[in-house]
């Protein structure tokens, strides 16, 4: 893929087989073309560990696309991270997205020995030093439980410092929002490529639902377009599908080191938009 940009795609991992068949079809259609990486989620608390682990031992050996699994420490022990990190280290697995991560509601308190994403990037160099590329989150519009806009930036700041190689963001509908983001790590010192997470437009309900829950902001405009299209869901993919791909060629346009792809699962919505922006294959 291309030397200065880099593209990835993430998917999450299923409960069922069929899910699971379709994810890997998703998979063989994206590969063709060529990735940087695929990315595959990991539900706190070791919720999805072993398909999470499962998935990307077959993305990366039998899709063969490099397979970047994500790893969170809110609700495993150190036990449990070192076993995980050396059965990827084993694999030949040579990159990780380290979250803290969210346990899902009913799990209770978070139980396990490393608090934040930044003591879980520590951990990992500690345990395999610099086999891994280390990505970590950032949050343009900043992350929904920090106390304030300058403490998440100081926060992500030290993500960088204990370790991280680079950072993909939320997704977010506001180009200005990463550039100043972007502007304000740089001026404390971060140089590290921070990519763009984009989450394509294909149903307005469940956008809005996990837009309030990540903390991603939806802007009026985009929001009442949304509306307005009611149930009419080809509207609101055309629509979806031209201001996302306006939007990615602006954050391309101003520098951006490439686009991480929010699947959910799916192809064609994040090929409709790596078409129009006709990005290398
Ligand atoms: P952190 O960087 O630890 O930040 C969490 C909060 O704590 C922030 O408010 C921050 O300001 C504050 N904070 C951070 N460090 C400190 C410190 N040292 N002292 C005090 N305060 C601090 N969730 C999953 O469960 N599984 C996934 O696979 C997953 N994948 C994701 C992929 C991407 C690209 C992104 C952007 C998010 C993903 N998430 C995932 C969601 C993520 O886990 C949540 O947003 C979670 O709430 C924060 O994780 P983090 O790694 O950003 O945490």
Known sequence: MSKDRRYSFEFFPTKTDAGHEKLLATARQLA????????????????TRDRTVNTVLQLESEV??????????????????????????????????????????????????????????????????SHFHIEVAAYPEMHPQARNFEEDLVNFVRKANAGADSAITQYFFNADSYFY??????????????????????????????????????????????????????????????????MCERLLQGGAPGLHFYTLNQADPSLAIWNNLQLPR
């Open 32 to 47: 063709g073309y060529n990735p940087d990486f695929f990315s595959c989620t990991y539900g706190a608390g070791g919720s």
């Open 64 to 129: 063969k696309v490099p397979a970047a699994p994500h790893l969170s420490c809110v609700g495993d022990s150190k036990d449990d991270l070192r076993g995980l990190l050396q059965q990827y280290q084993a694999a030949g697995i040579k990159r990780i997205v380290a979250l803290r991560g969210d346990l899902p509601s009913g799990m209770g308190m978070a139980s396990g020995e490393l608090r934040y994403a930044n003591d879980l990037v520590s951990f990992i160099r500690e345990e395999t030093g």
């Open 181 to 246: 983001f972007v502007e304000r790590v740089q001026k404390m010192g971060v140089n590290i490529p921070i990519v763009p997470g984009i989450m394509p437009i294909t149903n307005y309900s469940k956008l809005a639902r996990f837009s309030d829950a990540c903390g991603a902001e939806i802007p009026r405009w985009i929001r009442k377009q949304l509306e307005a299209y009611g149930d009419d869901s080809a509207s609101i993919q055309a629509f979806g599908e031209q201001v996302i791909s306006d």
